[in-house]
Every structure is written in C-alpha cells, then in structure tokens.
C-alpha cells in the first residue's frame, strides 16, 4: 500500500515536518493524506474550517460545492471569504483562500447546488464526503448518496449556540436517517439565516468535522462512528450519544432507497417540482397587508420572530409573539378580528397560521414573503436581514 502512494517533495516534507515527527501520522500517514480526495459540500460556515485545515493537512484533492456567492452577512463566521469577495462566487473566493494557504493542494470546485441529478456524478470520486450543509434537504441528499456509494459522511450542523458532529455511513456505522428517518416539517426549525448562529460554533464544529475526516484517512484513533457528538457554547458542555444503525432504515437498513429522490419535496421545501400542498394556507401580499392597515377594518398583526430578530426590524403596529411562546399566547388573542402572522420570510409564520387554525382561529393568514418582502415592496425603511 505504502509503495503505491506518491511522494512528498522537499518543500512539502518542510511544510508537514510537525506532521511527519506526531505519531500515527509520520510519513507513510502524510503521504496517505496527499493521496486523499475529499468532498466538502457547502463552502460556508462549517465548510470554511474544514477546507481550510484539510488543506494545510495536505490533503491532496479537495472537492468544494457550492452555488451561492458572498454575502456580506457571510463574514461574521465563513472564514474563507474576506470582505474584497462580497459578490463573488463563494467557490472563486474559497479556491482562492485553499491556494494560498497551501499550493500543493489541487482544488476542485463545482459551483452548483448539490441535487439528486449531480450528486452521484460528483461524489463518486471522492473517498469521503464533508457535510457543511444548512438545511435538510441537502443533508438527507448527502447521507442517501454516502449510502449507496460506500463513502463516509462526515455530519456537521450548527444552529444558535448549539452544533452536532458524527460520522455517518461507515462501514459498521449508522447514518443520518438512523437518527431521524423524517426531516421536521418545514418552517418548524429555523434556519441560521432566521434563527442566528454564534460566528464562532461553525470553526468549532467544523474543525471537529476535519479531526474526524483526517482521522478517517489515516486510519488512526477512535472516530465518531456510531457516536452523536452534541456541544452546547453557551454553557461550554460537550456530550456523546451512542447511536445504533436502525435496521427498519430505509437507506442502510432494509436498503429500500436504491436511487436518490426529490428531497425539496420529501423535505417540503420550495425548490423542487412545489407539490400540491393540502397544508398551503391563507396569505396577504404586502402590498395588500398596507391598504388594509391604512383603511380597516383593524387587523391582529402577529410576528412570531425572535426578540433579537424584531430589534433588527419589524412592522409598525405588530405585536411580538415568538414562536415557541405562541400556544401560551393564545389567550390573548382577539379571535373577532382577523390575524395575520408574520416571520422573516413567511415559513414559519406559515406554520403558526396552521397551529392557530388547530386551535380554532378562522380568520388567520400569512404574510407572504414576510418582512423581507414588506421591506421590498412597501417599506425599504425596515432592514432586511
Ligand atoms: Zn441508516
């Protein structure tokens, strides 16, 4: 095996001299990691890390999807982007960044949305894949293509204070649908864009991510297979879950899922082919949400925002009710007058108007669009975020 992997020039055995003298690397562990190719999905929070310090590993080929381009509000936390790329595709920007910091690394970006049409194609010739995804659909997609290609998935997500790390996909391991086979309905769970995130979780999450993917090529230490890794930074804790591959699993269990599906649909987010949504509610568009307000009759105006969100902006005249206080809150509200929820963009104040329609509430729609649209089409005072 040793004699099949390439070899280190001088400059490179200059460059990894802390790396060739740590046991369980050494040379034969350095040229193992020249040898690798790894697939980091997502070249954001989580991915900032892990590209960054596989890349001064000296992990010869790494593989970076994404379709998205610098955003200002990126910069609080996405490492491998500075304030000159704001515009830029974030894979020119993070190419850009790996090279710098290591020039022996081959890049490979593929600036696209990971989907069910690519994913296959471009996972194949990867030895493992990093998960630096922040939503569902793209993390079941990640895991369901790890399972049918044999690959290692190495998980990451992050959201407030709180992040999680495993290793799923491993040979005698489970995967991510082992620990939950439904993603949560949409608009349930926040997303960081909507829910905030401390900058510096994903650098810590991240670079666990990369412990683990080095580890995986050198084939040293006790990885996180078959462990959930939970790490709370508000209160410092770290804590391990054992998990167990579940042989009900339609991916690594009974093997029911043998090609990859429509996981904007499965997931029911917008994206995809929009399915017939039984669950679709009532919405107002702001434009007509302002006549309304002007003429009457007066309206419930709800935003099931966070306290730290409505301090960035919100809509004169609302009243702040968060989400998670909103079944308490009931009460309080006046059910002769007709209600209208208001989040961010409209997903999870789609799924309050559900949960108020439950309780009784006849007269409730949604904002569509949310404050971001508001500000678009009515107020550009208010902040967009
Ligand atoms: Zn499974």
Redesign the pocket.
């Known amino acids: 095996m040793a004699g099949e992997l390439p070899r280190l020039s001088p400059e490179e055995a200059l460059r990894y001299s802390r790396h060739l003298i740590l046991p369980n690397v050494e040379l034969e562990g350095q040229r193992r990691l020249k040898a690798a190719r790894i697939l980091v999905v997502g070249a954001g929070g989580l991915g900032s890390p892990v590209a960054l310090y596989l890349a001064a590993a000296g992990v010869g080929t790494l593989g970076l999807v994404d379709f998205d381009v610098v955003d200002v509000t990126n910069l609080q936390r996405q490492l491998l982007h500075g304030t000159a790329d704001v515009g830029r595709p974030k894979v020119d920007s993070a190419t850009d960044r790996i090279r710098d910091a290591n020039p022996h690394v081959h890049v490979e970006p593929y600036r696209t949305r990971l989907t069910s049409r690519n994913a296959l194609e471009i996972m194949r010739d990867y030895d493992l894949v990093v998960d630096g995804t922040d939503n569902f659909a793209t993390r079941y997609l990640t895991n369901d293509a790890c ?1 049918l290609l044999g690959k290692p998935n190495v998980y990451g997500s992050i959201f407030r204070f709180e992040g999680q790390a495993s290793v ?2 491993a040979a005698d391991g ?5 620990l939950g086979p439904d993603p949560p309905p949409p608009g349930e769970v926040p997303s960081c864009a909507e829910g905030g995130v401390l900058g510096v979780l994903p650098g810590m999450i991240g670079t666990i991510q990369a412990a683990e993917a080095i580890k995986l090529v050198l084939g040293v230490g006790s990885t996180l297979v078959g462990r959930l890794l939970l790490v709370n930074a508000l209160d410092m804790q770290f804590h391990t879950m054992r998990l167990r ?2 042989p009900a ?5 009974t093997r029911t899922i043998t090609e990859l599906i429509d996981y904007d649909e499965f997931c029911g987010t917008p994206g995809g082919v929009p399915p017939a949504d039984p669950d679709a509610v009532a919405e107002i568009v702001p434009t007509e949400l302002a006549r309304r307000l002007r003429e009457g009759p007066p309206l419930e105006l709800i935003d099931v925002r966070e306290p730290g969100e409505w301090e960035v902006a919100h809509i004169e005249g609302a009243r702040l009710v968060p989400l998670g206080q909103l079944q308490g809150s009931l009460p309080t509200f006046d059910g002769s007058r007709e209600i209208v929820v208001m989040c961010r963009s409209g997903q999870r104040s789609a799924a309050a108007v559900r949960r108020l329609q439950a309780a009784g509430f006849r007269r409730v729609r949604n904002l569509a669009g949310g404050i971001l649209r508001w500000s678009e089409e009515v107020d550009p005072s208010v902040p967009r975020y």
């Open positions: 399972v799923f996909a489970p995967c991510y649908r082992c591959r579940d699993c339609p991916a690594c269990g």
